[in-house]
């Protein structure tokens, strides 16, 4: 599936694929950036999105980060939604007791690309066992 990708500077990095099975691809940081204790801040990317009608992008924490770093996307899950055009930011925590510095095309954050389903819902009085 092809997905329209717009850079919004010359820092913004086309996100990869590390390997031929992974799930999902890495979002890099356009700035140079330091999260300090305990604060959640959201870092750039310098990347617009057009996500096909029927998908979303999910924006997770990276793995290493998180573990190694206490590093870590603060809303566990962030969506971004198929009609939203502008742009995509990873909304990060800082759990440490250490300042950490995010320099300029350091991987930041995981995106996921998911088929979601639109409910359509049935008011009733009583529901299944």
């Known amino acids: 599936m092809k997905v329209k990708i717009k850079k919004r500077n010359e820092n913004s990095k086309i996100p990869e694929y590390q390997t031929q099975g992974a799930a999902g691809f890495d979002?890099?940081?356009?700035?140079?950036?330091?999260?300090?204790?305990?604060?959640?801040?959201?870092?750039?990317?310098?990347?617009?999105?057009?996500?096909?009608?029927?998908?979303?992008?999910?924006?997770r924490s990276r793995s290493g980060?998180?573990?190694k770093q206490n590093i870590f996307v603060f809303n566990g899950i962030g969506t971004i939604?198929?009609?939203?055009?502008?742009?995509?930011?990873?909304?990060?925590?800082?759990?440490?007791?250490?300042?950490?510095?995010?320099?300029?095309?350091?991987?930041?954050?995981?995106g996921v690309l998911k088929q979601v389903e639109r409910a359509?819902?049935?008011?009733?009085n009583e529901l299944t066992e």
């Not at 742009?87 to 995010?102: G, M, P, R």
Request: charged share 25%.
């Open 27 to 59: 979002f890099h940081s356009c700035e140079d950036i330091t999260i300090l204790p305990g604060q959640v801040i959201a870092v750039n990317t310098g990347l617009e999105f057009e996500i096909p009608i029927g998908y979303e992008i999910q924006v």
């Open 65 to 67: 980060l998180a573990l």
């Open 81 to 110: 939604d198929s009609d939203f055009r502008g742009e995509v930011k990873a909304i990060l925590c800082n759990a440490s007791n250490q300042n950490f510095s995010i320099r300029i095309g350091d991987r930041i954050a995981q």
């Open 120 to 124: 359509e819902w049935e008011e009733t």
